[in-house]
């Protein structure tokens, strides 16, 4: 038996949920750190460390490695539809599908935070660089633009623009806040409610470019995928074949 699931997805719908998430999320977490500083009250029964979109280990980390793993699912699905169509660019989307499943891994195991590790003292980590891994993140984020101008030009202008806004507003978080944290941090240490706005806003660039980057790939999905089937089923049992030796045939 052969059962077909279908599965109707619409973009609107899920960027328009995933935005009430990541709204309610950092809500959430500003009030917690407005307990904490301005309140003194700084943990709720666990709730205020639980929900702070600055801290790891908790409900916005898990929040985030997950739509990032599906963003990398999605770039998957969409880079074997582009080998099966025989079209351009495929390793440009299996490249972009790794580089998110990495980006979700690294949310949960803060491989990125350990550059300072790495680094040394390579570098001098004061002010905008007083985070280390921004170091490494801005050369890496311009090679990664350039080599990827002309897979950009080819698609539609839509999908093309998305991608664009999407990129902006995740590395404005990713990269240009984190350096603002950075220096904040360097200057007046992290522990104040000023700090905690700004990685409030950090955090929400990352997850809002993500919402974009989702309603992105699921509408380029809608315009070169008219019909997605998953299909199950058990392999055809082959008949057993009789085994005659050349005795039996003498006969």
């Not at 998430?21 to 029964?45: D, E, M, N, T």
């Not at 944290?181 to 200057?187: E, M, P, Q, T, V």
Request: aromatic share 14%.
């Amino acid at each position: 038996m052969v059962v077909k699931l279908t599965l109707h997805i619409s973009p609107k719908k899920v960027a328009f949920v995933l935005s009430i998430v990541i709204i309610c999320l950092s809500f959430v977490s500003i009030a917690g750190q407005f307990s904490k500083y301005i309140l003194g009250h700084g943990s709720l029964f666990g709730l205020v460390r639980l929900f702070n979109v600055g801290d790891d280990s908790n409900i916005p980390t898990w929040y985030s490695s997950i739509t990032l793993l599906f963003c990398s699912l999605l770039l998957a699905f969409i880079a074997t539809s582009q080998k099966i169509a025989r079209a351009r660019y495929i390793l440009h989307w299996k490249v972009l599908s790794g580089i998110f499943l990495y980006l979700s891994i690294d949310e949960v195991a803060m491989i990125h935070e350990n550059a300072d590790a790495i680094l040394g003292s390579s570098i001098n980590r004061t002010g905008f660089f007083h985070y280390g891994w921004v170091a490494i993140g801005i050369p890496l984020t311009l090679i990664f633009v350039l080599s990827y101008l002309k897979f950009l030009a080819h698609l539609p202008r839509k999908i093309r623009l998305l991608f664009f806004v999407a990129g902006t507003i995740f590395v404005s978080g990713a990269i240009g806040a984190e350096m603002f944290a950075g220096r904040y941090d360097d200057l007046y240490s992290y522990e104040n409610m000023t700090y905690a706005m700004i990685t409030a806003f950090e955090e929400f660039c990352e997850m809002f470019g993500i919402v974009i980057f989702i309603y992105a790939l699921l509408s380029y999905m809608n315009l070169h995928l008219t019909e997605v089937q998953f299909c199950i089923q058990k392999a055809a049992m082959q008949p057993k074949r009789r085994i005659i030796d050349d005795a039996e045939l003498q006969r």
